[in-house]
């Protein structure tokens, strides 16, 4: 089984700044893309910010420049620096992993439990 734990949400004022992680566990053979998703009440889950194994990244268009997405393989984990927040940016972020897991043939998706980030004054 893989396991991903989120980190790092938190209540912070507008124009604040925040650091979540996501780190991935388990029997992991390796992890292609890493991501961090959004969900506002009532509102579907977005994409923020994906990374693939080698760096390259992609960023909704929404927290471009104020966004950063990184990635530590050594360690399976993902981060997401958010600067210069917004109260739209309120949502439970969740974290996303293409893992293949030892032994398996094909990887899959696996997902977070998700974390509450809330910009308010």
């Known amino acids: 089984q893989v396991h991903l734990v989120e980190s790092g949400g938190g209540l912070v004022q507008p124009g604040g700044s925040l650091s979540l992680s996501c780190a991935a566990s388990?029997?992991?053979?390796?992890?292609?893309?890493m991501g961090w998703y959004r969900q506002a009440p009532g509102k579907q889950r977005d994409l923020v910010a994906r990374?693939?194994?080698?760096?390259?990244?992609n960023y909704a268009d929404s927290v471009k420049g104020r966004f950063t997405i990184s990635r530590d393989n050594a360690k399976n984990t993902v981060y997401l620096q958010m600067n210069s927040l917004k109260p739209e940016d309120t949502a439970v972020y969740y974290c996303?992993?293409?893992?293949?897991?030892?032994?398996?043939?094909?990887?899959?998706?696996?997902w977070g439990q998700g974390t509450q980030v809330s910009v308010s004054s």
């Open positions: 990374i693939t194994s080698t760096g390259s990244t």
């Open positions: 996303n992993a293409d893992v293949l897991m030892r032994g398996a043939i094909v990887a899959r998706a696996y």
């Open positions: 388990g029997s992991i053979f390796s992890i292609g893309y």
